[in-house]
């Protein structure tokens, strides 16, 4: 996916392009702290944190946290300096700001979704793993995302990736951002985890470290920010992602559930697990070999707060989505949106990267990702300004 000089296109609001009479985006932190920070739509992305050329906005990956703050005191939290001169980055990063699905839609595909696309505008769904033992082992599911990322870089569409490690030693299983730039450290960060990592903020370092063709891998939230970027014409800072990898999420939860619940009910110490998966159930694995399963009602508690809101389920304006609700644990659900995932994809199969089946050989799948997806478009307000006026429906 290329950055491309197209002008973004929308009927309302104070950015409103029309023939002839193209006016500036003049919206700023201002807006976005009325309009997304303060009314809950925020997701906790930090496309804005990246995107700020003055370094005036914060972050912090902590319990009831993972939302963007302003860092300078002189108009208060509410308000930015730089934006009351003209700086208008945050909100030209922000995938929940305004008409953001339909602007990224547009970039993408060329028209926006219709209603009965309830996961978004796609190519193909496939059922996928990775041909290697090694790396199916340790990814999750089929394996298919460390098997993208490695043949992505061997074959030079990326030099790195923003991706997610557990901290220290992995025994916190605390989510952080990261940059993963050879299989070793691809590999590192396989597996799931179902507290929040903002991969974006991994881009500062990317770049320190010299890369310039990145792809990113995360959520709905997150695999947004580049064509939001790219269709609010950003600049410099929307470049370097090349390839977009996104995970079918649901929700993710607060870091205190491993405490609160997991081991203070359950008895079960985080660093004493091994791996965790979602399957209709919290499945997680100790290191004495015993598994356990949470019913995942007892989990909503600790929904992350930025999820709440969240209507991307599917990641809809990634170039390949992922995720793991088939009814096997061994093949990975993988729904090729554009053009690139295409090409991608179709190399991959065609060298023996992995192995690919039709997504109709699991329809139990493919309609729980629709239903989910429906569910969570339900989550998004009425209130919200320019409010997407295109619901979905079941697809016949």
Same mark, same amino acid.
């Given at each position: 996916?290329?950055?491309?000089?197209?002008?973004p296109?929308t009927?309302?609001?104070p950015?409103?392009?029309?023939?002839?009479?193209k006016?500036?985006?003049q919206l700023?932190?201002k807006?976005?702290y009325?309009?997304?920070?303060?009314?809950?739509?925020?997701?906790?992305?930090a496309?804005?944190?990246?995107?700020?050329?003055?370094?005036?906005?914060?972050?912090?990956?902590?319990?009831?946290?993972?939302?963007p703050?302003?860092?300078?005191?002189?108009?208060?939290?509410?308000?930015?300096?730089?934006?009351?001169?003209?700086?208008?980055?945050?909100?030209?990063?922000?995938? =929940?700001?305004?008409?953001?699905?339909?602007?990224?839609d547009e970039?993408?595909?060329?028209?926006? +979704?219709?209603a009965?696309?309830?996961?978004?505008?796609y190519?193909?769904?496939?059922?996928?793993?990775?041909?290697?033992?090694?790396?199916?082992e340790?990814g999750?599911?089929g394996?298919?995302?460390?098997?993208?990322?490695?043949?992505?870089?061997k074959?030079?569409?990326?030099?790195a990736?923003?991706?997610?490690?557990?901290?220290?030693?992995?025994?916190?299983?605390?989510?952080?951002?990261?940059?993963?730039?050879?299989?070793?450290e691809?590999?590192?960060?396989?597996?799931?985890?179902?507290?929040?990592?903002?991969n974006?903020?991994?881009?500062?370092?990317?770049?320190?470290?010299?890369?310039?063709k990145?792809?990113?891998?995360?959520?709905? !939230?997150?695999?947004?920010?580049?064509?939001i970027m790219?269709? +609010?014409?950003?600049?410099?800072?929307?470049?370097?992602?090349?390839l977009?990898?996104?995970?079918?999420?649901?929700?993710?939860?607060?870091?205190?559930?491993f405490?609160?619940?997991?081991?203070?009910?359950?008895?079960?110490? +985080?660093?004493?697990?091994?791996?965790m998966?979602?399957?209709?159930v919290?499945?997680?694995?100790?290191k004495?070999?015993?598994?356990?399963?949470i019913?995942?009602?007892?989990?909503?508690?600790?929904?992350?707060?930025? !999820?709440?809101?969240?209507?991307?389920?599917?990641?809809?304006?990634?170039?390949?989505?992922?995720?793991?609700?088939?009814?096997?644990?061994?093949?990975?659900?993988?729904?090729?949106r554009t053009?690139?995932?295409?090409?991608?994809?179709? +190399?991959?199969?065609?060298?023996?990267?992995?192995?690919? =089946?039709?997504?109709?050989e699991?329809?139990?799948?493919?309609?729980?990702?629709?239903?989910?997806?429906?569910?969570s478009?339900? =989550?998004?307000?009425t209130?919200?300004?320019?409010?997407?006026k295109?619901?979905?429906?079941?697809?016949a």
């Open positions: 996916m290329a950055v491309t000089d197209q002008d296109v009927d309302e609001g950015y409103a392009l029309s023939a002839g009479n006016e500036r985006w700023q932190w807006e976005l009325d309009e997304v920070i303060t009314t809950g739509l925020c997701t906790g992305c496309g804005c944190v990246i995107s700020c050329p003055h370094d005036v906005i914060g972050y912090e990956h902590a319990p009831g946290a993972y939302k703050f302003h860092l300078e005191e002189e108009l208060g939290l509410d308000d930015c300096i730089h934006g009351q001169k003209g700086c208008t980055s945050c909100t030209r990063a922000c995938p =929940r700001f305004r008409a953001w699905e339909p602007m990224a970039h993408l595909f060329a028209r926006v +979704r219709r009965d696309e309830p996961s978004g505008i190519q193909d769904v496939l059922l996928t793993r990775a041909s290697d033992d090694m790396v199916h340790m999750q599911d394996g298919f995302v460390s098997a993208l990322l490695i043949w992505a870089l074959k030079g569409y990326i030099d990736a923003l991706t997610s490690y557990l901290e220290g030693d992995g025994s916190s299983w605390k989510a952080v951002p990261g940059v993963a730039a050879t299989k070793e691809i590999l590192k960060g396989a597996g799931s985890r179902y507290t929040y990592s903002a974006t903020l991994a881009l500062p370092e990317a770049i320190e470290r010299g890369f310039s990145l792809a990113l891998v995360g959520m709905g !939230c997150q695999s947004s920010v580049p064509p790219w269709s +609010r014409k950003i600049g410099k800072v929307g470049k370097p992602f090349i977009n990898i996104g995970l079918l999420c649901s929700k993710s939860f607060d870091d205190s559930i405490d609160e619940l997991f081991l203070t009910k359950y008895g079960l110490p +985080r660093e004493e697990m091994t791996k998966n979602i399957k209709g919290f499945q997680i694995w100790m004495d070999g015993s598994y356990h399963e019913n995942l009602k007892e989990c909503h508690a600790w929904t992350r707060d930025g !999820c709440h809101l969240c209507p991307d389920f599917a990641a809809e304006h990634a170039d390949i989505s992922t995720g793991g609700i088939g009814e096997s644990n061994d093949w990975t659900l993988t729904v090729v053009d690139l995932g295409r090409e991608i994809i179709s +190399r991959m199969i065609g060298d023996g990267t992995i192995v690919a =089946r039709p997504g109709d699991d329809l139990g799948a493919v309609a729980l990702m629709h239903k989910l997806a429906m569910k478009r339900d =989550r998004w307000p209130t919200a300004v320019d409010f997407p295109n619901r979905a429906t079941q697809p």
